[in-house]
């Protein structure tokens, strides 16, 4: 089936009891038995929830692996994926990732003997030096936030099975869509559901998808144990979501396309970063990868003053973090969203004052272009 064809459909059945054809939220903690070890395979709901069951199904499917999980967040799903390790591992992880993928790693996970490396993963010889004989999984996260820096997951996924090392991609920012690291290679995929695979910006969630089905033991025993679950009331608002997500992204890259080309010729800033314009450095692996540029358009102006002069003057992009929903937002990195990355390390990466992120919504392209271009005309 096609991707849109499995969004609606995959894993998802006709309610026994009536017939319902949208899975039911099945807002319950605990089931029925009818006698002792007599029960229909649900005995109390962090174990198992129909609800979640049925997305879980839906992702995997999507991202073409044998099994996924929910969690409350994406911090969760990536917090369970970690705890499939040890004291004593050693992990490789895209320099730039998410700040609270860095806080996990940086502030918790290295208190219990884990080590971790960051590197430009864009570049096969960084991760390849940083490699060690405890190196247990690749971490990548690509296109990256805010500058959308790309990884070559084939090229990555090859490097640690030569290496013996297991490879994850944070797969938030493309899409199943869009890019499916499980058939470039990859071992794990985790997403924070809260941006485009809900997409309403009304859920915080995440999901964890294994390639291989014998991690379906493994980490659902984490997921039981330490309890992160997806609520059923999540599961089915990001349900709903995914149904729309082939035709959410196709507007959201059509209007990201055409806001790019506005301000690509614009002298009011001074650059953009935006995998589909003309001077982006990875361009052809955003072809060949993702077949698509996105919607997250970054771009920079003078200095932080005009950032903060600009920013005051949008009417139809919202100031706020998150990405991925129907509505457009905007952002500030430096203040917001990397305000705990040190100045100097900041400025390094490109994270200036002068930086605005648009995640561009599914809106009328007219009123977004005019938002945008009223609010540069300070
Ligand atoms: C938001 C985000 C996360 C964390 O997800 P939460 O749902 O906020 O916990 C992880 N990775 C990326 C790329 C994100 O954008």
């Known amino acids: 089936m096609g991707f849109a064809t499995d969004a609606i459909h995959a894993g998802q059945w006709a309610d026994p009891l009536s017939g319902a054809v949208m899975v039911p939220i099945y807002q319950t903690s605990t089931y029925k038995q009818e006698g002792l070890g007599n029960h229909k395979g649900y005995e109390y709901a962090r174990t198992k929830n129909p ?3 049925a997305l879980e199904d839906n992702l995997a499917a999507l991202e073409k692996g044998a099994v996924g999980f929910a969690f409350a967040s994406g911090m969760a799903a990536i917090n369970a994926l970690m705890s499939l390790f040890s004291s004593g591992d050693h992990f490789v992880v895209t320099a730039n990732t998410y ?9 918790i996970l290295t208190r219990f003997g884990m080590t971790f490396d960051y590197v430009d993963t864009s570049n096969l010889e960084a991760v390849k030096g940083a490699l060690k004989s405890n190196t247990k999984m690749i971490f990548v996260e690509t296109p990256t936030n805010p500058l959308l820096t790309l990884t070559d997951i084939a090229q990555i996924a090859a490097l640690a099975k030569q290496h013996g090392s297991l490879l994850c991609v944070d797969n938030t920012f493309a899409t ?3 890019q499916r690291p499980i ?10 559901t809260t941006k485009y695979i809900n997409g309403h910006s009304d859920s915080v969630g995440g999901i964890l998808v294994a390639r291989e089905a014998s991690w379906s ?3 659902h025993f984490i997921q ?9 009331m999540d599961s089915w608002l990001t349900l709903r979501g995914i149904k729309t997500l082939a035709v959410r992204m196709d507007r959201h890259e059509s209007n990201g396309r055409a806001i790019a080309q506005f ?6 800033i001074d650059r953009i970063y935006y995998p589909g314009s003309r001077d982006f450095p990875q361009r052809e692996l955003a072809d060949s990868q993702m077949g698509s540029y996105g919607a997250i358009v970054s771009f920079v102006v003078k200095d932080i003053d005009r950032a903060k002069l600009v920013l005051e003057r949008f009417r139809v992009f919202t100031l706020a973090e998150s990405l ?3 509505e457009s937002l905007v952002c500030h990195p430096a203040v917001m969203t990397h305000a705990s990355v040190p100045f100097d390390i900041r400025e390094k990466l490109g994270i200036v004052g002068g930086l605005i992120r648009l995640s561009v919504g599914i809106e009328d392209i007219d009123d977004l272009i005019s938002d945008l271009d009223q609010a540069l005309s300070v």
Request: proline share 7%; no cysteine.
């Open 324 to 326: 991925g929903g129907v």
């Open 263 to 268: 301000l690509e010729d614009d002298s009011r």
């Open 217 to 219: 033991e493994p980490i």
């Open 224 to 232: 039981n144990s330490a309890g992160a679950i997806l609520g059923p």
């Open 99 to 107: 700040g609270g993928t860095f806080r996990l790693f940086d502030k």
């Open 176 to 178: 199943p869509y869009r």
């Open 183 to 192: 058939e470039l290679g990859a071992d794990f995929v985790v997403h924070s």
């Open 51 to 53: 609800t979640r069951t």
